[in-house]
């Protein structure tokens, strides 16, 4: 599981060095009328890192137990994403993130196969709830790039 948590460690990074090649008077264009903006995308990161980490923690600890789902629209409207400082929400995406991999660090290979249950989704493992994460970021990613051109 190693090879996961190099590339989750990454994420931020990656972020940082996209988001320092675009100028800031950017960062609320809509470079896709269906996605967040740039200020809005690097805030919906930093909220769900949270989210994130407490849905494998419930999958280690409370393996079965069944999840709330989040509307990531919703949310952003009810926690102000678009007023959020970019720089400051990269800042709190990083730390978040180093506390996910820490935590996915400490689990032994058997942990990997412990879930929580989606109600759509049905069972989650930990292993494919960090292969939806890494999709999540790369689809992040992708669009966090669309802003240098």
């Known amino acids: 599981m190693n090879a996961y948590l190099k590339t989750l460690e990454q994420t931020p990074k990656t972020l940082f060095n ?12 809509m470079v896709d009328p269906d996605r967040f903006n740039l200020t809005e995308m690097v805030a919906h990161l930093a909220d769900f890192e949270d989210i994130f980490l407490d849905r494998l923690r419930l999958a280690f600890e409370a393996p079965g137990s ?7 629209d919703a949310r952003a409207t009810e926690k102000h994403y678009a007023t959020r400082d970019v720089h400051h929400e990269l800042t709190v995406f990083d730390n978040r993130r180093r506390d996910l991999v820490e935590f996915m660090n400490t689990l032994q290979p ?28 790369l689809s992040h990613l992708a669009h966090a790039a669309a802003y240098m051109r």
Request: hydrophobic residues 30%; glycine residues 2%; without cysteine.
């Open 110 to 137: 058997e942990d990997w196969k412990k879930s929580f249950k989606h109600p759509e989704h049905g069972e989650v493992t930990i292993e494919e709830y960090a292969n939806l994460i890494l999709a999540h970021d």
């Open 18 to 29: 996209i988001v320092d090649q675009v100028k800031p008077d950017r960062y609320n264009d």
């Open 66 to 72: 069944e999840i709330t789902p989040i509307d990531p």
